[in-house]
């Protein structure tokens, strides 16, 4: 994989995990992707379930 189209994954990413709301996920307790996987995933199936249908 060239430097340019793996910055280009990683900024996807990124986008990818900062358009989710995830205070809806963590019972309002977080709000970016780093505090919700520091532990406050109170229901982790409808943040993905959206995804596998």
Do not use: H
């Amino acid at each position: 994989m060239k430097k340019l189209d793996s910055i280009t994954s990683i900024k996807k990413t990124v986008q990818i995990l900062s358009s989710v709301s995830y205070e809806n996920y963590s019972d309002g307790k977080a709000k970016t992707y780093l505090d919700y996987m520091e532990g406050y995933r109170a229901d982790e199936d409808r943040l993905i379930s959206p995804i596998l249908l």
